[in-house]
C-alpha cells in the first residue's frame, strides 16, 4: 500500500535505492543504465563527487533566505556565470524551481513588458503544434500536446498553434531544406498577420523539440527566419531549452547552433542536473529595462525562487561540465550514439527515423517505413519497449504514438554527459533487443 500518488495508480513504480555514475540501482539490487537521464536531467550522472561537496558546503552555511529579504552569494555567482556563459545579450536570470516555472515566468515577462511600454493590447501567445512547455496551466495552454492539454482545455487560456518544423513528418517530397523552412517559418507570419500584428505578444517554440516528438531539430535557416518575423512585427521570441538547453546538444545552448538570440530563454533539467530542482529565465536588458523604468519589479514569485541549495547545485554542475570539458564529450559521443544508431536501426523495417543533436537523440517507429503510417495506439509499444528495456537494464524515455494523428512511437536517448564509447554500445545494444522484443510481443 502506498500513500504516494503516482504517475500511474495501477502500476507501482520500482523504488530506486541508489544511484552512481550512468546506473541507478533499485530496491532488488538490479542496476539500471541511465541512458535518457531521467528526462533529459542527469547530465554529469548521479553522486558526482563535487556536486555533493557543493552541496554540503551550502547546507553548512546557508541553506534557505527568502528572496523577499535577501538574496545569495551562490544565486548571485550562479547568474554571473549563466549570464557570462548565455548568448549575448541574455544579460538577466530569474531563478525558479523547474522547467515549467520557468515557462510561466518567461511568458508573464513577455507580458508585463508590452504593458510596461504602452502595448497592452499585446495578448496573443502563439506556439507549435507537438510541442510540451509544461503541466501547468500557462505553461500547458502554451504547448501544443493535445494529449496533455485535452482534458484541461476549459481551464487554458487562449494560445494559437502553428505547424512545429518537422522533416520527417512534415517535408514535403521534392521540396529542399531551404524552401520547407521557409514554408515551415512563413506560417509564424501568417499567423501575426491573421491575429493582428498589434496584438501579438510572443512566439514560443523548442529549439530541438523533445517530450513531444522526440529530438527533432529544426531544419535549413528555419530559427534565423523565425528571429527575422518577430523583430520584423515586434513580437518577444522566447525559446524553451528546458530539455535540449545545458549542453545536451552539444553547445551550451542548443540556439547556438541555429545563430540567433531569443528575447527569453528558458532552461531547467540540465541546470541542476537533477540535484536540486531548479530552473531559470533568461531576459534580455531590453525587457529588463522596461521593468526597470517602469513599475520597477516584474509581478511574480515563488517562495523556493533563487533557493541557495539549488543555485549550489547548479553552480557546481555547471562548473564541471566547462572543468572537464565535457561539451567536447556531449560532441564526441552524441557522433557515436548516432552512428551506433544508424548501424543498428539505419535499415530496420519498423524505424522510420533517427534524428537529434549531440546527446539527445531518438528514433520513430513507424508500422510501414514507405507510408510512414504509425502503430496502431491501442498497441501501446511506445510502453512496451520501456518495459523490454527496463527488463534488460536500460532506461529509455518513450513516448506514446499518434499525439495529433501524424506521428509514430518514438524513443528518446538522452544519456548523461560523462558516457564512454562502451557505455554508448551497451546502451544501443540493450535498446536494439528491447525494440525487437516489443515488436514481437
Ligand atoms: N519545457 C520543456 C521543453 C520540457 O521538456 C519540459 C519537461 N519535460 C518542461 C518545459 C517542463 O519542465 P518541468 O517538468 O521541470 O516543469
Known sequence: MTHLLHRSIHSAPRVARAATGIHITDAEGRAYIDASGGAAVSCLGHGHPDVLAALHEQLDKLAYAHTGFFTSDVAEELADRLVADAPSGLDHVYLVSGGSEAVEAALKMARQYFTETGQPQRRHIIARRQSYHGNTLGALAAGGNEWRRAQFKPLLMDAHHIAPCFAYREQMAGETDAEYATRAAGELEAKILELGPDTVCAFIAEPVVGATAGAVPSVGDYFKQIRAICDKYGVLLILD??????????????????????????IAKGLGGGYQPVGATLLSDRIYQAFAKGSGFFQ????????????????????????????????????????????????????????????????????DRDTKAPFDPARK?????????????????????????????????????????????????RLAEAVDAALVA
Not at 241 to 266: F, H, K, N, W
Not at 412 to 422: E, G, M, Q, R, Y
Open 300 to 367: 511574480h514569485g515563488h517562495t523556493y525562487m533563487g533557493h541557495p541549495m539549488a543555485a549550489a547545485a547548479a553552480l557546481a554542475v555547471q562548473k564541471v561540465i566547462t572543468r572537464d570539458n565535457l561539451l567536447g564529450n556531449v560532441q564526441a559521443m552524441g557522433a557515436h550514439l548516432r552512428a551506433r544508431l544508424q548501424a543498428s536501426f539505419g535499415q530496420h523495417a519498423h524505424v522510420g527515423d533517427i534524428r537529434g543533436r549531440g546527446l539527445f537523440q531518438a528514433i520513430e517507429l513507424v508500422a
Open 241 to 266: 531549452e528546458v530539455m535540449c538547453g545545458m549542453g545536451r546538444t552539444g553547445s551550451l545552448y542548443a540556439c547556438e547552433q541555429d545563430g540567433i538570440v531569443p528575447d527569453l530563454l528558458t
Open 381 to 429: 509499444l511506445h510502453a512496451r519497449i520501456k518495459a523490454e528495456a527496463m527488463a534488460r537494464g536500460l532506461m529509455v524515455y518513450p513516448m506514446g504514438g499518434t499525439i495529433d494523428g501524424v506521428r509514430g512511437d518514438h524513443v528518446l536517448l538522452a544519456p548523461p554527459f560523462i558516457v564512454t564509447k562502451d557505455n554508448v554500445d551497451q546502451i544501443v545494444g
